[in-house]
């Protein structure tokens, strides 16, 4: 058998050998340096690693990373199961220790020269800002920006070779360390070079395990991989074990080992030892094989293992009391085995299970006993565990040991150390644990120098910060219940405050009535900033509740006692509040007031150092503009916010509401490409709620205009489900409503059009809401307009009476809806044309049109352009004044825009009358349409292949969407070239959207 150097000593040990070829993995080792080919391009690439525990994980990316040494690094790090108490982000500070040692604390220097080391230096105390604690200012955004960093530092350090970064056994990843892997996960698109490897146990994921959720929404995004590891086959582990033992087995080992271990590769090591032995399971093999080590080593491992899977030597010295010479020597053995791995200063199980199996050894009065002694040693000297970590360690260990006042004082530091690392979940779990224990600790508030209130109300902070509203207002509601608020009325405004800000955050039904009892607590003049911060907090309350009269009220007192009191947070808060509810359309004169506010607004929240109201200023911002019709303007500053939120790692959230900021006014602007990449991009990324909504949504009216209606219902589908379980908001819902009823009327379906039409009329509140009723309205009258305007013979009666309705009502309430700013004008004269269309009075719909004409071109909105011109066109071409030489310019130039801008729906109709009119057409053959041959018949897959092949994506995305493989992908694109005889895939498209390839399925 071959033992590791010092075999000699270890007579009669028999533990597993380790092979030292490795065996098989050749399509797993591809697939891995194809993706990071992949991330060599530039683009993204990050493989999820499943397979049962022992079955060779960890194996496979350890090899792949020596494959990569020269022409890249790797960088990893492992999850701990610790359970509740563990080490939050623990793999990443791994992978920066890993980095501090290889680069030196120079190279890390030079790779962050410049900018704020600081949030690192949380993960990693050696990486600290030298000058002293971070920027306590931001520590809301702390979290967010320390995400930020370690994806800056990683790309900083792609830039100079192609970086692997593995993170293994994520099944024990605390939620922390899920988080950030998520983020930077999400945000590979924007960073050169790295890949990102994550190992877990697919045999650990019981049905609620957290990992789950999370592997399912990474598994979404295109650039995401997920292998599974397979067993060896019986050749392989036969190679296994030939090299294991440096010599060839018998055929009859090799039977009964890869029987028995099943070409799991952990199982045929330990099997190869004792082959006469049957286990039962994993866990006992382990355990045969330590139990073969000498009794004082396996003594010495059971008090290890109550140190956690690795410990410091030092530590470890301390504990068993052992001198130098005589722990080396009883721990040779272990070592030599393969049990225990050693490393520059300290140990490390090879294996959780072997460390587990021996903790479970322990008796039950010497399990407590070795807590206390670890618990003991590390508060004699914190400098035994890494740096950071000593309390949560001394709260695992008192937990452990039972001390009830020491646990609750060490999870009360642990708590503070994780809210310094910004684990807030951890934290949280802390708190928790403080708060289980305060009962049953005399002088729980002495000991910890805090009382039960003050112990909530931050629980309920660090809730809020980790989003998890619900427990946050248990936490709030229960110290509301232990104050006085005759006695300390601020801090019992300050907790109703919170809880507000908390159930608004949970999406709840809002009440004010918190606030308002808030209120009358600080009314004396005693409390004028808490007052500030409440009446802010109201304000924006209210707004939400639509009582916009009293909401400016209350912001503008906010802001007035706000400056008095120097808090520029809540005025920045009040003046956000005050730009939102300025009316509407003070966008054409007053517009430069609100853009006023809003430029004030930045500039508190700048002084207030707080990201997150920054971020709610360039939202406003383009908001404003957007409404204003300054459509590049709009873009531009929502593009800035989005870097801004970016860089505070603040994509998921801030992200996707800038993201439809962004891609709007392109749009409307008739930048459709990049409007496209904006939203693409953003639905990419893992984001949920109301404005990823918005962002499918955005590209269904895109496709819709485009006349790929399969596209258009596929991501009407999508906006529909993100909406489902959000509650009414009339900038996403009636958007939503609009995009429903045109696609209706495109598939044909009149009468359901023209029902969601009459249903939103009747159920909706448009007067309050001008800037998104137009819309509708205007698409409304079109839909209308469309029945109405078909010669008597084609028309249904029933349809026609419908419309007949719903043009009534649309045009009731467009009588009484407020008109601000210029595209509500252009919106307002479009839906007049379209109601004397309706009404077929050409004389007035020639006027009609043309002015809107004029109004869109001012804007910049090709598309409305288009369809005005083609319809000036229509009606200087009927009635009895029809004329065909004035209609001529104005239908050429709708085909030319509509041509421009991939308009397909807009150049059919315009092509369509052009014939009729026996216009011709830039571009296009005077003479009939030549005939077809007949469709050529596709599968349903192909069919399916090819719906996404025109809307532009990319082979590994349809696999993705459609779970498949890219090659399968590819294989079914050449054959629909083939069957529809078309060249390019752009072309395939083309013939898909022109033959109508795509309309019938479903
Ligand atoms: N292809 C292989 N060739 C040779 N030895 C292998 C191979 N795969 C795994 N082994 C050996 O099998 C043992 C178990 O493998 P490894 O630790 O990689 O498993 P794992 O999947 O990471 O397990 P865990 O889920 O416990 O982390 C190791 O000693 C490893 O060296
Ligand atoms: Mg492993």
């Given at each position: 058998m071959a033992l590791a150097a010092g075999a000699g000593m270890l007579e009669g040990v028999t533990a597993a050998g380790v092979s030292p070829i490795f065996v098989g993995r050749a399509e797993q080792l591809a697939s891995l340096a194809a993706a990071l080919a992949t991330v060599r391009r530039g683009e993204p690439a990050a493989v999820l690693l499943g397979g049962e525990t022992g079955v060779g994980k960890t194996r496979l990316v350890t090899e792949f990373a020596e494959r990569l040494a020269g022409s890249g690094r790797a960088l990893a790090g492992g999850c701990l199961?610790?359970?509740?108490?563990g080490l939050p982000f623990a793999p990443f500070t791994a992978v920066l220790r890993q980095l501090a040692r290889e680069l030196g604390a120079a190279g890390v220097g030079a790779l962050l020269a410049g900018r704020p080391a600081s949030e690192l230096g949380r993960l990693?105390?050696?990486?600290?800002?030298p000058a002293g604690q971070s920027d306590e200012a931001y520590q809301g955004e702390a979290r967010a920006r320390l995400f930020e960093q370690v994806l800056g530092l990683l790309e900083r350090l792609a830039r100079i070779a192609p970086v692997a970064l593995i993170i293994e056994?994520?099944?024990?990843?605390?939620r922390s360390t899920r988080d950030l892997l998520t983020f930077l996960i999400g945000n590979l698109p924007d960073v050169r070079g790295l890949l990102i490897v994550v190992t877990f146990r697919?045999?650990?994921?019981?049905?609620?395990?957290?990992?789950r959720p999370l592997l399912a929404e990474l598994g979404r995004i295109s650039w995401v991989e997920r292998l599974e590891l397979p067993r060896l086959t019986r050749p392989e582990a036969a190679a296994q074990m030939a090299a294991i033992l440096a010599q060839e087995p018998s055929p009859a080992v090799i039977d009964s080992v890869f029987r028995r271990s099943e070409g799991n590769p952990l199982f045929v090591e330990h099997l190869l030892g004792c082959e006469s032995m049957v286990p039962a399971s994993l866990r006992d093999l382990v355990f045969a094989s330590v139990q073969r080590l000498p009794e004082e080593t396996a003594e010495l491992l059971r008090v290890a293992a109550a140190g956690g899977s690795r410990l410091g030597h030092a530590l470890l010295t301390r504990v068993t009391g052992l001198a130098e010479e005589d722990l080396a020597r009883v721990l040779r053995p272990a070592v030599a085995a393969n049990v225990l791995l050693a490393d520059g200063d300290g140990y490390q199980f090879r294996h959780a299970l072997i460390q587990e199996v021996m903790h479970e050894d322990l008796l039950p009065g010497e399990h407590g006993r070795l807590h206390v002694r670890y618990a003991e040693a590390i508060t004699a000297d914190p400098t035994l565990v890494p740096a950071g970590r000593a309390s949560v360690e001394l709260a695992r260990h008192w937990s452990a040991a039972h001390d009830l006042t020491w646990a609750l004082i060490s999870a009360w530091q642990a708590a503070a150390e994780a809210g310094r690392t910004l684990a807030y979940s951890e934290q949280l779990g802390m708190l928790t644990r403080v708060l289980e224990l305060w009962d049953r600790v005399p002088d729980a508030a002495q000991r910890i120098g805090a009382d039960h209130v003050s112990v909530l109300a931050t629980a309920a902070e660090v809730a809020e910060l980790s989003g998890e509203s619900e427990r946050g207002t248990a936490f709030v509601t229960a110290a509301l219940r232990e104050v006085d608020p005759a006695a300390e009325p601020a801090r019992a405004a300050l907790l109703l405050d919170q809880r507000a800000a908390l159930a608004a955050q949970g999406h709840l039904v809002v009440s004010s009535e918190d606030l308002k009892q808030a209120l009358r607590l600080v009314s004396d003049g005693r409390h004028e900033a808490v007052r500030a911060r409440v009446l802010a907090s109201l304000a924006q309350l209210l707004h939400k509740q639509n009582a916009d009269e009293q909401a400016h009220a209350a912001a503008a007192e906010a802001l007035a006692v706000a400056r008095e009191e120097s808090e520029p947070r809540t005025q920045a808060e009040a003046l956000l509040t005050l730009a939102v509810l300025a009316p509407e359309g003070a966008v054409s004169a007053a517009g430069a007031d609100v853009l006023g506010l809003l430029a004030e607004a930045r500039a508190a929240a700048e002084e207030a150092r707080d990201c997150g109201v920054l971020i709610r200023a360039a939202i406003s911002e383009s908001h404003v503009l957007e409404g204003l019709g300054e459509h590049v303007r709009a873009a531009e500053v929502a593009r800035t916010g989005l870097a801004e939120a970016a860089r505070y790692g603040l994509s998921r959230t801030s992200g996707a509401i800038l993201a439809v900021n962004v891609a709007e006014p392109l749009v409307a602007a008739g930048r459709w490409a990049d409007a496209d990449e904006v939203i693409t991009r953003a639905i990419a990324a893992p984001s949920t709620g109301p404005h990823r909504s918005e962002l499918w949504r955005l590209s269904g009216t895109l496709a819709l205009a485009r006349g790929d209606l399969a596209s258009a219902d596929y991501a009407a589908g999508r906006a529909a489900d993100l909406l489902a379980p959000t509650r009414y908001r009339a900038e996403s819902h009636l958007p939503h409503r609009q995009l429903q009823i045109e696609l209706a009327a495109a598939h044909d379906q009149a009468a359901d059009a023209l029902a969601v039409a009459r249903d939103t009329l009747a159920t909706r509140d448009l007067q309050s809401s001008p800037r998104y009723s137009w819309p509708l309205l205007r698409a409304v009258a079109q839909v209308a307009a469309d029945v109405l305007a078909r010669p008597a013979a084609a028309r249904d009666a029933a349809d026609a009476d419908l419309a007949a309705g719903v043009l009534a009502a649309a045009t009731e309430q467009a009588a009484k809806l407020s008109v601000h700013g210029p595209v509500q004008v252009a919106l307002r004269l479009t839906f007049q044309a379209e109601a004397a269309r309706a009404d077929g009075t050409p004389a007035d719909g020639r006027t009609l049109w043309w002015a809107a004409v004029a109004e869109w071109d001012q804007l910049g909105e090709p598309l409305p352009l288009g369809y005005a011109l083609y319809r000036a066109a229509e009606a200087t071409l009927s009635?009895?004044?029809?004329?065909r030489t004035v209609a001529e310019t104005p239908l050429r130039r709708a085909a030319e825009i509509a041509r421009e801008l991939g308009a397909n729906r807009l150049l059919a109709d315009a092509s369509r009358l052009a014939r009729r009119a026996r216009i011709t057409l830039p571009g296009e053959p005077s003479a009939a349409e030549p005939t077809e041959p007949p469709a050529p018949a596709l599968t349903p897959r192909e069919t399916e292949v090819l719906r996404l092949v025109a809307t532009g994506a990319s082979n590994a995305a349809i696999a993705a969407e459609l779970f498949i493989s890219a090659k399968t992908v590819s294989v079914h694109v050449s054959s629909i070239l083939a069957k529809l005889g078309a060249s390019s895939r752009g072309e395939a498209a083309a013939i898909a959207h022109r033959r109508g390839l795509l309309a019938a399925s479903d």
């Open positions: 199961e610790l359970g509740p108490a990693l105390p050696e990486l600290a800002d056994d994520a099944h024990w990843a605390d697919s045999d650990e994921l019981t049905r609620k395990h957290p990992l009635g009895a004044a029809g004329n």
